[in-house]
Structures are given as structure tokens and as C-alpha cells.
């Protein structure tokens, strides 16, 4: 547990295993997500079912969920996945799937999702965790 406030320039990502260990219905929530052409196919996978995933910017290879796997690598890609009229904190989740959860800090969510930084700061700095939206430690 780190003690140093975030700031403007701190990264963030989703943290999926705070994620599985908070959320009983993370899953569920993903789920959801998926665009129309997945959610057929994808609507009897199973929880935990684990493929490997290889980063394309690193050549590493993880296991990964696979529901999660499609979500970051098709699903969250698409245009209507972040609006406008997207919620905050579902809005940063999403940008968060949408860019394969890079860590991003809130200078550069809110370039994406043209909402003040300080807001940003402010929403996903607090003692409360949204989606599992928390600092990268290095």
C-alpha cells in the first residue's frame, strides 16, 4: 500500500485481480460489454477459462481470461464502446479496455474522454475503488 497522494501525472490501470477478489459478478460485467458480434458467441464461456495472450507491444505471453481477452483485443475497440454520454468512472473503465489497459494517467483520460483531469483525479484517487481502477506501483 503505497502512502504518496496521486497527482495529475500518476498512472492508473484496472487492477483485474482486485477486480475478481472485490467483485463477485465481475464476469458478469464484462460479459455485458461485449459488442453483438461476441456476445453470442462468447454467451456460454465460462468462468476462468484462461487462454494465452501474447502482448503486441512486449512479445509476452500471459494467461489471460478469455472473455477478458476478447473484450480488450475486439469488443472495446469499437467506436460506441466510450460516448460522450458515458458515465464518468464507467467511461475511464472503458477507456481503460478500449487501449488494453495501459496505464494512463488523468491528463490523458481526460484527452480521451474530454472531462476535466482534476475531476478525473479526484473520482479515482479517493479511499473508494471504482471497477478496480487503481495507481500502477512499479
Given at each position: 500500500m503505497s502512502f504518496v497522494k496521486p497527482s495529475?501525472?500518476?498512472r492508473f490501470h484496472i487492477d483485474f485481480d482486485w477486480w475478481r477478489q472485490n467483485e463477485n459478478d465481475w464476469h458478469v460485467h464484462l460479459a455485458g460489454l461485449l459488442c453483438a458480434e461476441h456476445k453470442s458467441?462468447?454467451?456460454d464461456l465460462k468462468s476462468g477459462s484462461v487462454i494465452d495472450f501474447v502482448d503486441p507491444e512486449?512479445?509476452?505471453?500471459r494467461p489471460m481470461d478469455g472473455l477478458q481477452q476478447i473484450l480488450l483485443s475486439h469488443c472495446a475497440r469499437q467506436p460506441e464502446f466510450v460516448t460522450g454520454q458515458t458515465q464518468l468512472v464507467e467511461g475511464i473503465f472503458r477507456t481503460f479496455l478500449a487501449n488494453g489497459n495501459s496505464p494512463l494517467n488523468p491528463s490523458e483520460l481526460a484527452e480521451r474522454l474530454g472531462r476535466p483531469a482534476n475531476t478525473i483525479l479526484i473520482?479515482?484517487?479517493g479511499p473508494r475503488v471504482?471497477?478496480?481502477i487503481r495507481p500502477v506501483h512499479d
Open positions: 495529475l501525472q500518476t458467441t462468447f454467451a512486449t512479445a509476452e505471453v473520482t479515482i484517487s471504482y471497477k478496480g
